[in-house]
C-alpha cells in the first residue's frame, strides 16, 4: 500500500503504522482535519474496494473519583452523555472502566474515554454529578498519589517508603486528626514545603510528575480502518 499511496505531496506526517489485534491498520498521524480527510480519499481511490478507509474520533481519558459505592459504569456512562457536545452524544462514544471494590470512605473510581471536546469541558469544571454525589474529575494523565506515603507517582501498593502517612492530616501532615478538622499551616508531604496541602495540584512535585507523564502520553491523531477484509 505504500508504494501505491504516495503521500509526498500532502501536507501529512506519518508517525506510526501498526496492525490491531482485529485485522486492521491503524496508522497514527499528524496535520490538519482537511489533510486527513485527503489523505483518507487517496487511500480510497488508490486501493478501490480492497480497504475501507476512515477516521477514529480523538479521545481522551478522564479519572472519576468519589463515585457513591452504589453508582454503576452505565450510570456514570448515562450523566457523561449529559454533558457530551452535541456531537458526541453517541453511545458508543463514551467508554467506562469501573472500580469494583470501594475504598475506606465506600467511594468507588472510574476511568472514562470519551471525545476531547467533551473531556475538556467536563475537565474544565471539575466535577461530575452522578446521583446524588459531586466526583472529582481530572485528567487520567494526571499522577497517582499514594495514600500511605503521601507522594505522586505511585500507588499504596507498590509504595517502598519507610514513612507510613496512612493516619496523617493531609493539610498539614500530622497525625492524630483529619484535614477537615485541621487549623495548622499547610504542609506537603511530597515535596516538604509549607503553603499548600499534600493533595494540592500546585505541588511543585505533582507539576514535575504531571508534565513528564503527560509528555509521554502525547501523541498525535489516529486514523484507523484499512481492512484488509475490506470492512472496518
Not at 106 to 122: G, M
Request: glycine letters at 6%; hydrophobic letters at 30%; aromatic letters at 4%.
Amino acid at each position: 500500500m505504500q508504494h501505491t499511496v504516495k503521500v509526498h505531496d500532502i501536507d501529512i506526517k506519518i508517525k506510526n503504522v501498526r496492525e490491531t489485534k482485529g485485522g486492521d491498520i491503524e496508522i497514527t498521524t499528524t496535520g490538519k482535519e482537511e489533510v486527513k480527510d485527503a489523505f483518507i480519499k487517496r487511500i480510497q481511490e488508490k486501493m478501490g474496494e480492497a480497504v475501507t478507509a476512515q477516521k477514529v474520533m480523538a479521545k481522551k481519558k478522564i479519572f472519576i473519583k468519589d463515585i457513591h459505592e452504589t453508582a454503576t459504569a452505565e450510570d456514570v456512562r448515562e450523566e457523561l452523555l449529559k454533558q457530551a457536545t452535541e456531537g458526541d452524544k453517541q453511545a458508543d462514544n463514551i467508554a467506562v472502566t469501573m472500580a469494583t471494590k470501594p475504598n475506606k470512605g465506600r467511594k468507588l473510581f472510574a476511568f472514562a474515554t470519551l471525545p476531547i471536546e467533551t473531556a475538556n469541558k467536563i475537565l474544565k469544571a471539575g466535577k461530575l454529578y452522578v446521583g446524588w454525589n459531586a466526583c472529582r474529575v481530572e485528567s487520567a494523565n494526571a499522577p497517582r498519589r499514594c495514600f500511605r506515603c503521601l507522594r505522586f507517582g505511585h500507588v499504596r501498593e507498590n509504595c517502598e517508603s519507610e514513612i507510613n502517612r496512612e493516619d496523617s492530616c493531609l493539610r498539614c501532615c500530622e497525625p492524630g486528626h483529619k484535614a477537615r478538622d485541621c487549623k495548622n499551616e499547610p504542609h506537603c508531604a511530597a515535596c516538604d514545603q509549607k503553603g499548600h496541602r499534600a493533595d494540592d495540584m500546585a505541588c511543585p512535585e505533582f507539576k514535575s510528575k504531571w508534565a513528564a507523564k503527560s509528555e509521554r502520553g502525547r501523541q498525535g491523531g489516529k486514523m484507523r480502518g484499512l481492512n484488509r477484509r475490506g470492512a472496518c
